[in-house]
C-alpha cells in the first residue's frame, strides 16, 4: 500500500519569499468531529503577504504553516462525521494552515463543492466570494437601480464583487488602473483610473446625488473621499489597510484608527453607515451561526459561479514547493486573478 507523506510551508519568522521552509513529516489523524482534507488547491492571499511581514493583526507566532482556504478531498474522517463526506470535494476558511498536502479541519467547517467545479476555481472563490457575498447582501444589503463604487475593482475581491453587484442588479463604478479599464468595461463597469488627481470628482460627475455603497480596501487617509461619495441612507464597507502595508510600526493602529473613525461617523445624524468588515467576526460568539452562514455564502458563490455570473480567475498554478515564486509573482502586482498552489 502506498502511504503517503505529509508536505507542508512553514513561515519561520519574517522573512523574505525564499525564507520559507518545506517540511516533510506524517499525515494527521482524524479525531472525532474531524477531517483530513488532501488538498488540491490553495492560494496566496493578502493576508499571507502580510503575515510573512508580521503585519497580520492576529497572526499566530512565528514559526507556523500559513494558508488561508484550501479546496481538497476528503481523505479521512474521524468519529462521529457523517460518512458520506468521505472521499467528495469541499473547500476550507481556516485562516492559516492551508499551505499543506494535507489538512486536519473540524467537519463543521467545511463547504462541499459542487460537482464540476474544478479544485482550482473553486479555490479562487473561497476566501473572495465569501468577503464580496457578506459585504455585499449582508453588510451593504444592495439591491437592483442602487449605484455601488468598488475601489481595486480588479483585485482578488473586487473583481467578485463588481460581478455579484452586476448580477444584483446594481450599477458599479470601479475604481483600477487604465490597462484594466477594457476588461470592466467588458463586465459593465463604469472604470475610473485610481491614479488620477481627482478619483472622487470623477465618480461624482459619474454619480452626482451621491452613492449606496462604497466598497474601500485601500484604508488610510483615502477612507474620507469615500465616505463622503455617500448618499444619505449609503454604506461604506472598510476591509482593509492596503495603504498601510509597507508601514512600519503597529499592526494594530491602523485598524482602530479606522474603527474609531468609522464608530465617529455611524454617530452623526445623516442617516449614512460606515462598517469594517472582517470575514471572521462572530466567529469566537457564535459559532454555529458563523458556520452556517459561511456555508450558506459560499453556496451561494458556487451557484452564482455555475450560472456564469462569476469568473474564477486563476492567475497562474504553481506546486506547493515553488511557494516563493508563488508569493513573489502574487506580491508583483503584475497578474490577474488568484496565484493557486497545488500539491
Known amino acids: 500500500m502506498h502511504t503517503e507523506g505529509l508536505v507542508e510551508v512553514v513561515l519561520p519568522g519574517k522573512v523574505e519569499p525564499e525564507g520559507l521552509q518545506i517540511r516533510h513529516g506524517a499525515v494527521p489523524a482524524a479525531g472525532p468531529g474531524q477531517v483530513v482534507i488532501r488538498m488540491e488547491a490553495t ?5 499571507e503577504q502580510q ?37 467528495t470535494r469541499v473547500a476550507a476558511l481556516v485562516k492559516v494552515g492551508g499551505w499543506a498536502s494535507h489538512v486536519l479541519v473540524d467537519a463543521a467547517d467545511v463547504v462541499p463543492v459542487p460537482e464540476g ?11 473572495n466570494g ?17 449605484t455601488v463604487v468598488v475601489h481595486g475593482a480588479n483585485g482578488g475581491v473586487g473583481s467578485v464583487l463588481v460581478q ?23 463586465r459593465g463597469v463604469t472604470p475610473v483610473d485610481y491614479r488620477a488627481d481627482d478619483v472622487a470628482a470623477r465618480i461624482r460627475a459619474l ?10 480596501h485601500v484604508g488610510g487617509r483615502g477612507i474620507v473621499a469615500s465616505w463622503r461619495l455617500l448618499a444619505p441612507g449609503g454604506t461604506l464597507v472598510s476591509y482593509g489597510s492596503a495603504a498601510t502595508r509597507d508601514a512600519e510600526g503597529s499592526k494594530q493602529w491602523p485598524v482602530l ?10 454617530t452623526l445624524p445623516n442617516r449614512r453607515h460606515a462598517c469594517f468588515f472582517n470575514v471572521w467576526a462572530g466567529r ?21 459561479f455555475q450560472r456564469g455570473e462569476v469568473t474564477a480567475q486563476i492567475a497562474a498554478r504553481l506546486p506547493l514547493t515553488r511557494v516563493a515564486d508563488a508569493l513573489r509573482l502574487a506580491e508583483s502586482g503584475t497578474v490577474a486573478g488568484k496565484v493557486v498552489l497545488t500539491p
Open 164 to 186: 455579484l453587484a452586476r448580477a444584483a442588479g446594481a450599477q458599479v463604478i470601479g475604481t483600477a488602473s487604465a490597462r484594466h479599464h477594457a476588461a470592466l468595461r467588458e
Open 257 to 266: 484608527k479606522l474603527l474609531g473613525r468609522v464608530w465617529l461617523w455611524n
Open 117 to 127: 467545479i474544478g479544485a482550482a476555481e473553486a479555490e479562487t472563490l473561497v476566501v
Open 43 to 47: 492560494g496566496v492571499s493578502f493576508a
Open 51 to 87: 503575515m510573512r511581514r508580521g503585519r497580520y493583526y492576529d497572526q499566530p507566532p512565528f514559526p507556523f504553516v500559513p494558508g488561508y482556504d484550501l479546496v481538497g478531498t476528503v481523505l479521512t474522517i474521524g468519529e462521529g462525521v457523517e460518512p458520506g463526506l468521505a472521499g
Open 284 to 304: 469566537a460568539l457564535a459559532r454555529n451561526r458563523f458556520r452556517s452562514r459561511l456555508r450558506a455564502d459560499l453556496t451561494q458563490v458556487f451557484a452564482a
Open 130 to 146: 465569501i468577503t464580496a457575498w457578506q459585504m455585499l447582501h449582508r453588510k451593504a444589503r444592495v439591491r437592483a437601480g442602487q
Open 207 to 216: 454619480a452626482p446625488h451621491g452613492v449606496d455603497a462604497v466598497f474601500d
